[in-house]
């Protein structure tokens, strides 16, 4: 525990005030830093770092405690960064107050950092296993479902050619999505390490550029170092940033720049030969603003999705990261898990480097229960600022609309099987329920897109009984029914107006004709949602028990979803015996 000590944080390098590029930050923010690999030269002047990173601001820090600085060090020449170890004079105030040669020096850093990132040598390049601590797959705590999905491309770069030979077809772009600080770098490293195989990395937001053309060399650059190193990993991280979907016509010099950085990025997708063994992963928060050039069969045709952490995933990650700190018998990880809905991974691993570092402070011996607490108020502080926290209310309303979800799919006897349930956000909806198709859908019957439509009523419907109220939640539920609803009548002749056709492209006769579509459409729709309200008020002890399965566990799975309905699961199996 001595080694964490008298850390003093945050403070910046006072020659560095009249730079608006620069930043203070804490020492838990480096760490975070090298772990994400964006330090691309660090100088190191007694106690204070000076980080620069590729694509984002510097920062700077006061460090006084000489084990953490050694750590620190370490982790980012692990990284790929470059350390240079510097004996500058103390500025001096007089120094200091001439504003012109402060300025001077600023745009002097800028022109270097500039040509720093304009060499090759922008891409930091970790030979898996070889420059920094290699990360397994068993290094990723929990996603058991994500690594599985991630197991074949691992397979095809141990050995692309047989790979081929045995008639797979090898994956070309993974695109992971998440929140941010879900684990998709670390997923893309361990992926590289697992195969052995070494791992280019580079930021959306390093293609980003104010003159035509830059950000394109620099896509060709990272493309001609990976066909060098193959086999190998093209990590891109954040692609959003040269991945937005290109602008139409609009020609100012900003978005021409952009569609000459994204076009060559898919150029070069789709030059490489999969014989190769040449992988591009990229990452993302945003999968919907991405142009769909990108998501095209040979392109990013693999998407996978990285969720938030649920109580037993946030226990496992804790389980990795609590490893170096010594933590006192009465905290449990367990109960730490069950209060931290919404942490993401890096979250946690926040959290327990701020409990160690209080710790130290105090000059206890190790972490106990009270530091724990005001670590997590700390990072909460963040994530409230961000935006992302669910607050108890909307956990309750989420699992209710959820549970309703649920009900209806396992009554409505023509629904695709309930699989998995979740109240963790993903992406902009606040929960989850999947639902497996048992077969191929092509042949859609009436019955089966009825009880579509009840099963996206059911969310709703549980709000109105159980809730008394309606959440804008449902909204995305009520387009998706309405949509289904149009179909039936509009173009599939599935209602008493009969075998007409007014869809996209077939001009309606007569408007009238639309208003009966568009009547029928909606009676169809609160038929639905009648028939939702109906199954939701005969299940409500169930759905109660489902309701708090969710609050405890967040994510449950179709043996924990049939423990709350016992009678039901009975009656379902019964017709397959027979
Ligand atoms: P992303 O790329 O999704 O923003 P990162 O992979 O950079 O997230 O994760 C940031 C850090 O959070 C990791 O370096 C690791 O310390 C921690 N972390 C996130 N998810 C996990 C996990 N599943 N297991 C262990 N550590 C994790
Ligand atoms: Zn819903």
Redesign the pocket.
């Known amino acids: 525990m001595g080694a964490l000590l008298a850390v003093v944080l945050g403070f910046a390098l006072r020659a560095a005030r009249g730079s608006t590029t620069q930043r203070a930050a804490t020492y838990t923010e480096l760490l ?1 830093i090298a ?2 690999g964006q330090a691309f030269s660090v100088e190191v002047n007694g106690d204070r770092f000076f980080v620069r990173q590729a694509g984002a601001e510097t920062v700077t820090a006061v460090v006084d405690e000489p084990t953490l600085r050694q750590e620190l060090v370490s982790r980012f020449a692990g990284a790929g960064a470059s350390v240079d170890f510097a004996s500058r004079e103390e500025p001096s105030r007089a120094a200091s107050a001439v504003i012109p040669l402060v300025v001077i020096a600023a745009v002097g850093f800028v022109l270097f950092s500039v040509n720093r990132r304009r060499s090759p040598k922008m891409f930091s390049d970790a030979k898996a296993g070889v420059a920094r601590a290699p990360v397994r797959f068993a ?5 058991h479902e994500v690594k599985q999905e991630l197991a074949e491309t691992v397979e095809f770069l141990k050995n692309p050619q047989r790979f081929a030979r045995l008639g797979g077809r090898p994956p070309r772009g993974v695109l ?1 999505t ?12 361990a992926v590289a390490c697992e195969a052995g195989v070494r791992f280019l990395s580079a930021s959306g937001s390093s293609f980003q550029e104010m003159f035509v053309g830059v950000g394109a060399s620099r896509v060709r650059a990272l493309f001609a170092e990976a066909r060098k190193a193959a086999p190998c990993i093209v990590f891109i ?1 954040e692609i959003d940033a040269v991945g937005r979907a290109r602008a139409k016509g609009n020609g100012d010099s900003a978005s021409a720049e952009h569609d000459q950085t994204l076009n060559q990025l898919l150029v070069e997708m789709d030059g490489f030969d999969h014989g190769n063994g040449i992988v591009v992963i990229a ?1 993302t928060n945003r999968a919907d603003m991405l142009d769909p050039a990108l998501l095209r069969p040979g392109r990013f045709d693999r998407k996978v999705t ?1 969720p938030l ?1 649920d109580v037993r ?1 946030r226990e ?2 804790l389980n ?2 609590a490893g170096p700190i010594p933590l006192q018998g009465a905290v449990d990880l367990g109960t730490i898990a069950r209060g931290t809905p919404g942490f ?7 959290l327990l480097n701020e409990a160690a570092i209080l710790a130290a402070r105090e000059g206890a011996e190790a972490v106990d229960p009270t530091h724990i607490d005001r670590a997590r108020d700390r990072v909460l502080m963040g994530l409230e600022r961000k935006g992302v926290l669910v607050d108890e209310d909307e956990r309750y309303a989420t699992a209710v609309h959820e549970a309703g979800h649920v009900v209806v799919g396992l009554l409505a006897p023509n629904c695709d099987p309930v699989h998995k349930v979740s109240i963790l956000p993903r992406g902009r909806a606040l929960g989850v329920t999947q639902a497996l198709p048992e077969k191929d859908r092509l042949m859609y019957r009436k019955e089966y897109l009825e009880d579509q439509i009840c099963m996206l009523m059911g969310g709703r419907a549980a709000e109105m009984v159980i809730l008394g109220t309606m959440t804008a939640g449902a909204s995305d539920d009520i387009q998706r029914a309405a949509t289904i609803a149009w179909k039936m009548v509009a173009e599939l002749g599935m209602s008493d107006l009969g075998p007409i056709c007014v869809g996209d492209g077939h001009p309606a006769r007569s408007p009238a004709l639309l208003d009966r579509v568009d009547e029928t459409a909606r009676a169809l729709t609160d038929a639905q949602l009648a028939r939702a309200v109906a199954i939701v008020k005969s299940r409500r002890s169930q759905i109660d028990a489902l309701v708090k399965g969710l609050l405890e566990k967040e994510t449950l799975g179709i043996d924990e979803i049939e423990a709350c309905f016992p009678e039901d699961r009975r009656k379902r199996a019964a017709p397959q015996a027979a």
Request: glycine share 16%.
């Open positions: 975070r772990q994400t290094d990723v705590a929990g996603m992971l998440g929140e941010p600080g879900t684990g998709k770098t670390l997923l893309a490293r991280d990452s990285v952490p995933g496992e990650i990795v990261h993401s991974g890096a979250d946690l691993a926040n």
